[in-house]
C-alpha cells in the first residue's frame, strides 16, 4: 500500500517567502524615506555626501580626470596653436587661467613645442586617452547610482553611454572656453550673447548627464531642478578659475616649478569633482524630497527587487534539487 506524500503548504512557497521580503524592503524603504524627508535640507545632503564616500568619489573622478581629459584639452589646444604660431600651448593656458609674472614664465615652459606634442598624439595614444574617458564615466556614474539608490547601469550600453557623457564634457567645456575666453575685443557683446549660450549649454549637460548615466527613466520634470543645480555649481567654478586659480597657480608655481603646474591642475580637478558630486547629491535629494512618495519608493528599490529576484530564483533551484532527492 503506498503512502501519498503530503502536499507542500501555500506559506512556505518560495514564492510566498520572496513576496515577503519584498514587502518588507519597500515598508523599510518607506521608513527610510519619510525619515530623510524629516531631515534639514544640508543635513540630508550632507549625509547623503558622506554615505556615497563623496570625497573617495571626486578623488577618482578628479584623477581620470587628470590622466584622460587634460592631456585630451593639451592636444585640442596644440590642434588651434597649429594654426596659430604665435600662441603656444602654455601661452594659451597662461590666458585661459589668467597668470601674471614668474607664474606664467613657468607654465608657459613647462608644456613642449606644439610639433612635438601633436608628433607624439599617435592614433593609439588618441584612442588611450578616450577610453580612460569611460573611467570618468564610470566615476561620475558609479556616484549617480549611489545617490540615487539604483543599481549600476551594465552591459554593452553602459561604455557605449560613458563615451557619449565623455563627449558631452568635452564639448562643454569647449564652448565655456570659446565663450568665456574668446577675448574678442567686444567684451560687452561677449557677455551679452556669450554667457547665456554657456548658462543653456550647461544646463543641458545637467539635464542629459542622468539620462545617459542613471539606469532608470526619469522625465525632464524630475531633472530640472538638479539642471539648475549644475548651472549654480558651474558658476561657482567660473568665478573660483576666475579670482581663485591664478593665486593657485602661483603657489604651486613658486613652491615647485615646472611639476607645480601639474599639482596646481589636479588639485583644481579634485574641486571639479567635489563639485560634480555635489550637484549629482543635492539632484537626488531634491528629488527625493518633492517627487510623490509612491514614485520615489518604486524607485529607490530596483536594488532590493533585482536582489530579490536573484533569490527567487535560487530559491526556486534549491526547492528543485531537494524535490529531487526526496523523491530519490
Known amino acids: 500500500m503506498s503512502v501519498e506524500e503530503p502536499a507542500a503548504s501555500p506559506g512556505t512557497h518560495p514564492q510566498t517567502a520572496a513576496m515577503r521580503r519584498r514587502s518588507d524592503a519597500v515598508k523599510a524603504r518607506t521608513g527610510r524615506i519619510m525619515k530623510n524627508r524629516e531631515l534639514s535640507f544640508i543635513k540630508a ?29 593639451i ?28 607664474a606664467a614664465d ?8 606644439t610639433d612635438r606634442v601633436l608628433l607624439g598624439a ?19 556614474s558609479e556616484a549617480f547610482s549611489r545617490a540615487w539608490n539604483v543599481p549600476a547601469r551594465k552591459g554593452w550600453t553602459s561604455p557605449v553611454r560613458g563615451m557619449a557623457w565623455f563627449a ?30 554657456v548658462l543653456a549649454a550647461v544646463y543641458w549637460f545637467w539635464l542629459m548627464t542622468p539620462r545617459l548615466l542613471l539606469n532608470k527613466p526619469l522625465h525632464n520634470r524630475d531633472l530640472r531642478a538638479g539642471a539648475l543645480v549644475g548651472v549654480g555649481g558651474t558658476a561657482v567654478l567660473g568665478l573660483f578659475t576666475q579670482f581663485v586659480l591664478p593665486g593657485w597657480f602661483d603657489s604651486y608655481a613658486s613652491g615647485f616649478g615646472g611639476v ?49 529576484d536573484e533569490q527567487l530564483v535560487g530559491d526556486f533551484v534549491n526547492d528543485g534539487e531537494g524535490s529531487s532527492s526526496s523523491s530519490a
Open 45 to 73: 545632503v550632507i549625509g547623503r555626501f558622506f554615505e556615497i564616500s563623496g570625497t573617495r568619489q571626486a578623488m577618482l573622478v578628479a584623477f581620470n580626470m587628470f590622466i584622460g581629459f587634460f592631456p585630451l584639452v
Open 75 to 102: 592636444l585640442g589646444l596644440a590642434l588651434v596653436a597649429r594654426r596659430h604660431p604665435l600662441l603656444s600651448i602654455g601661452e594659451r593656458i597662461v590666458r585661459m587661467v589668467g597668470l601674471h609674472g614668474e
Open 106 to 113: 613657468i607654465v608657459r615652459h613647462a608644456f613642449p613645442a
Open 122 to 140: 599617435s592614433l593609439i595614444t588618441v584612442l588611450s586617452l578616450l577610453l580612460s574617458g569611460l573611467d570618468v564615466a564610470g566615476g561620475v
Open 168 to 197: 558631452l564634457v568635452m564639448l562643454q567645456f569647449s564652448v565655456i572656453v570659446v565663450v568665456t575666453r574668446s577675448g574678442g575685443r567686444s567684451a560687452l557683446l561677449q557677455h551679452l550673447v556669450g554667457i547665456p549660450l
Open 260 to 308: 607645480g603646474v601639474a599639482f596646481a591642475v589636479a588639485s583644481f580637478l579634485y574641486v571639479v569633482g567635489i563639485v560634480w558630486i555635489l550637484i549629482v547629491v543635492i539632484g537626488a535629494v531634491i528629488w527625493e524630497r518633492n517627487a510623490p512618495l509612491d514614485d520615489v519608493v518604486e524607485f529607490t528599490t530596483a536594488v532590493t527587487d533585482e536582489e530579490t
